[in-house]
């Protein structure tokens, strides 16, 4: 792990700093953690990812939708293309104009707070750095995957979106592409976005909407996502917080996914 990285995290509830240990082997344990002695935190890294969350302890719509992810990881990019065709939506065209929004600059630190499977990197200039955060061990296993094709620098965190492992005003750019519709906790993730962002920073927030899970409720292996979706799919700016700048909510793609933009003021 990388001296600037270590910098930049916290433990995801307590917000502590967090220091790096590196232990002996013993029957296929980790050998590196981030610690918090004086906390008593302990968060293993397993093949490089550090571990915010026990998956078996995640609750709720988070971890139905973990569990969804995690199943369908190695098919996803191909379902995803699947789904978008269906809608007469070009995937390319879709990721380029989501990441042109972003106000990306050489240097930027950028963080994708639901990374998957990372299908956005393409079109992440190389000149920033990129933190991307998810729940699902499987999709970052792909996205570690894609990273390392690339050559890109990016570094990959397993934790939820609604504590997230930074520290306060840390990155340029701060994303959710996708995923937020089924949170446990939308306003809580939105928050944390907003926490760790820093002041000035767009915050842009992007998923599918109503039109399209009812499009796609029926498809076998897409339809794992809309089955029988417990609240209605709409747009969550009542969950920005005040006294943010620049709120600007539309509707893209013929009605097929909702955008949420905003700035924290300076």
Request: glycine share 8%; net charge neutral.
């Amino acid at each position: 792990m990388r001296v600037e990285t270590l910098e930049i995290l916290c433990s995801p509830r307590e917000h502590v700093p967090l220091a790096l240990e590196t232990r002996p082997p013993r029957n296929g344990d980790a050998t590196e953690f981030l610690v918090n002695r004086e906390h008593g935190l302990e968060f293993p890294i397993r093949d490089g990812i550090p571990i915010f969350v026990d998956q078996q302890a995640i609750s709720g719509l988070n971890g139905r939708f973990r569990r969804i992810y995690d199943s369908w990881a190695p098919f996803y990019d191909l379902l995803s293309r699947v789904g978008l065709a269906i809608l007469g939506v070009s995937e390319q065209k879709l990721r380029r104009d989501f990441v042109d929004r972003l106000e990306i600059r050489n240097g930027s630190h950028v963080l994708s707070t639901s990374v998957g499977t990372g299908s956005d990197l393409s079109f992440i200039p190389r000149g920033c750095k990129f933190y991307g955060n998810d729940l699902s061990a499987g999709m970052l296993r792909v996205c570690q995957s894609r990273v390392h094709r690339l050559g890109m620098l990016a570094e990959l965190f397993l934790g939820e979106a609604e504590h997230l492992p930074f520290r306060d005003e840390t990155f340029d750019v701060v994303y959710q592409m996708g995923g937020i519709n089924f949170f446990s906790d939308q306003a809580q993730a939105i928050r944390e976005m907003v926490r760790v962002a820093k002041k000035g920073t767009r915050i842009v927030i992007m998923d599918e909407t109503e039109k399209v899970a009812k499009t796609l409720e029926n498809v076998p292996g897409i339809n794992a996502w809309f089955r029988h979706h417990r609240r209605p799919i709409v747009p969550p700016v009542e969950y920005v917080p005040p006294g943010m700048e620049d709120i600007e909510t539309r509707e893209l793609y013929d009605g097929q996914a909702w955008l949420i933009s905003f700035r924290k003021p300076h």
